[in-house]
């Protein structure tokens, strides 16, 4: 399923999605895991970091990490999110 243009008023450079969760993260309460669906390496307007989104099935954004390049966003994924492969896209 692919991503909206923009998720937190950044723009999408590359994404994953998979029906099966790439991992689990906890709840803003520690208590219930959110399910990672999809992926998204994103890019604000006069930054030069880039954004790896961790996203719920609905591509809102439950975790960020800022990162010096998209290759190095995609390389540093945390092992969290490994439980499947990602397949990234160009958006």
């Not at 993260?25 to 992926?39: E, S």
């Not at 954004?51 to 809102?60: G, V």
């Amino acid at each position: 399923m692919p991503p909206p243009s923009h998720i937190d008023g950044a723009r999408v450079l590359a994404w994953a999605w998979s029906d099966i969760p790439f991992g689990h993260v906890p709840d803003d309460t520690g208590t219930a895991p959110l399910a990672i669906h999809g992926l998204a390496l994103c890019q604000y307007a006069g930054e030069t970091g880039v954004y790896r989104f961790s996203c719920d099935a609905r591509w809102n954004a439950v975790q960020d990490e800022v990162h010096a390049s998209v290759d190095e966003a995609r390389r540093q994924l945390p092992a969290q999110y490994r439980a499947v492969a990602a397949t990234w896209h160009p958006a």
